[in-house]
């Protein structure tokens, strides 16, 4: 949403650079104030951020203040609304809509090319778009315990290598390779997002990218084939450079199939 953002405190220079307020999507609201707005005030309603919270403000539960934290490491501010309902805090006071405008790193990945530039953002030098060794800004995920990658005589340049994989005699440069990847002699890649896979199959490569040059794809995720080679021909240049819409890629989705049961 574009609105003129000098209402939050910022000054013609500082507005102009950060003119848009998204939704992060987060809503904190106290149980018998959502029971009470989706039973009683809004029935019919099937979304919150287009239905609900317009509805509340209808009803009198307007904002009193706004809480803006200021940062010249963004481009935006992003909002979380809050529904509250007796709260005696005198800047919230009861039963009111209050937003929170938070300024540090979110991104909205809801596009497939919005998720491959997100990812590759991490890959930015000299500072990335989010670094996952900042000790005050801790990244928590699922663990899984596998071991280091191990790479032999391979290229890697400016790239992030999930855990897990196996790459060898091969050129790597400007990528995302996710965690279980195998990438074998002869393979290039670039530019390129390659998430790899949640679950291994037994003694079957997730993905043996040989021989195959592939450049500034989106996304590829795990198959449930020996290799990619199967979708991506030996030799396979795929340059998306130049499109502008999403129609273009190939989604390999996670499939399980008969021959191969087993997953851990």
Same mark, same amino acid.
């Given at each position: ?22 939704? !992060? ?8 104030? !959502? ?8 029935? &019919? ?18 904002? /009193? /203040? ?11 501010? /992003? ?12 800047? !919230?006071?009861? *039963?009111?809509?209050?937003?929170? @405008? ?34 005050? +800004? ?7 315990? @596998? ?11 400016? +790239?992030?290598?999930?855990? &897990? ?30 998430? *790899? ?17 592939? +450049? ?13 080679? /199967? ?10 450079? &130049?499109?502008?819409?999403? &129609? ?9 199939? @008969? ?6």
């Amino acid at each position: 949403m574009k609105v003129d953002t000098t209402i939050l405190g910022l000054d013609d220079e500082r507005a102009k650079e950060m003119p848009y307020i998204p939704s !992060m999507g987060i809503y904190v609201v106290s149980n018998n104030v !959502m029971l009470n707005l989706l039973c009683d005030k809004f029935p &019919g309603a099937n979304d919150f951020g287009s239905e609900v919270i317009p509805g509340v403000t209808t009803i009198g539960m307007r904002n /009193r /203040r706004v809480i803006a934290l200021k940062s010249n490491q963004v481009s935006n501010y /992003r909002v979380a609304f809050g529904l509250v309902s007796g709260c005696t805090h005198p800047i !919230m006071g009861p *039963g009111k809509v209050q937003t929170y @405008l938070y300024d540090g790193y979110w991104e909205d990945i809801s596009t497939i090319e919005a998720l491959y530039n997100a990812n590759l953002g991490i890959t930015k030098k000299p500072v990335p778009d989010i670094s996952f060794y900042d000790r005050s +800004s801790r990244i928590y995920t699922q663990p899984r315990y @596998l071991p280091p990658s191990k790479m032999l005589d391979a290229d890697v340049t400016d +790239s992030v290598i999930g855990e &897990g994989c196996v790459i060898k005699n091969c050129k790597i440069h400007h990528s995302v390779v996710g965690l279980r990847s195998c990438i074998s002699e002869g393979a290039i890649i670039e530019d390129t997002l390659l998430i *790899g896979a949640n679950y291994r199959l037994i003694d079957i490569p997730v993905s043996n990218c040989l021989n195959s040059n592939i +450049s500034k794809i989106y996304v590829l995720t795990q198959f449930n084939s020996a290799s990619l080679n /199967r979708h991506l021909s030996q030799a396979y240049a795929s340059n998306m450079e &130049g499109y502008k819409n999403e &129609g273009f890629v190939e989604i390999l989705a996670v499939q399980q199939s @008969l021959e191969n049961p087993n997953w851990f």
